[in-house]
């Protein structure tokens, strides 16, 4: 079965930039979407077809995505953005879910 | 504003089949630009795809679970349902509901709506 693999965790300061992989066989030919979740809530389209924001997301939230790695990248990270991220995309229209990164910042 | 709303037991007994429904207001599951998801998530936060439905009655499984799965919708309540059989321990989890963009082409725009899921205990 087709997995993505996450960096467990990321630390961050605030006011600089978050950097979160997400690696998987061929990912670069495959739409890949970004989940903000914070504790006790549900997950958060943050970035979907690579590179997209949804309607309300922060600039500061970008992606990118090629050959076998997707990027999540937070430009000036702030207090509020310290959550679980997981990735996700489709194989043979079957959605797979990254193993998730949590980022802190401090 | 679109809003889901899981419902469920909260604790089933293994070997028994879980049922859960998913209530969609501000909006209509007869929509063919979505397509409607159950998604879990473990204790330890990895989170898995369990499948879709479309409006049509159309539907699309995780092969790790499409022996145990049944996805329904029923347009008259603007709901849609999942059946899981022969529970287990494994399937201890928070279950959530999910809408997903479909364009014309087929190509898919990440899961944008979610509901605020519902906690399953599997007992022995």
């Known amino acids: 079965s087709y997995e993505l693999t996450q960096p467990p965790s990321v630390f961050v300061s605030p006011g600089q930039t978050a950097t979160i992989t997400c690696s998987g066989d061929?990912?670069?030919?495959?739409?890949t979407s970004w989940y903000q979740q914070k504790p006790g809530e549900s997950p958060l389209l943050v970035i979907y077809q690579d590179r997209k924001r949804p309607s309300g997301i922060p600039e500061r939230f970008s992606g990118s995505n090629s050959g076998n790695t997707a990027t999540l990248t937070i430009s000036g990270t702030q207090p509020m953005d310290e959550a679980d991220y997981y990735c996700q995309a489709r194989d043979s229209r079957i959605a797979v879910f990254g193993t998730g990164t949590k980022v802190t910042v401090l | 504003q679109v809003q889901l709303q899981e419902s469920g037991p909260g604790l089933v007994k293994s070997s028994e089949t879980l049922s859960l429904t998913c209530t969609v207001s501000g909006g209509s599951v007869s929509n063919g630009d979505h397509y409607w998801n159950w998604i879990r998530q473990s204790p330890g936060k990895r989170l898995e795809w369990l499948g879709y439905i479309y409006y049509t009655g159309s539907t699309n499984y995780n092969p790790s679970l499409e022996s145990r799965c049944t996805m329904s919708v029923d347009t008259s309540k603007n709901q849609f349902s999942l059946s899981l059989t022969s529970v287990t321990a494994a399937d201890t989890a928070v279950y959530y509901c999910?809408?997903?963009?479909?364009?014309?082409?087929?190509?898919?725009?990440?899961?944008?709506?979610w509901g605020l899921g519902t906690a399953l205990t599997v007992s022995s």
């Open positions: 061929g990912l670069g030919r495959k739409y």
């Open positions: 999910a809408r997903e963009v479909v364009g014309d082409d087929g190509s898919q725009f990440g899961f944008d709506v």
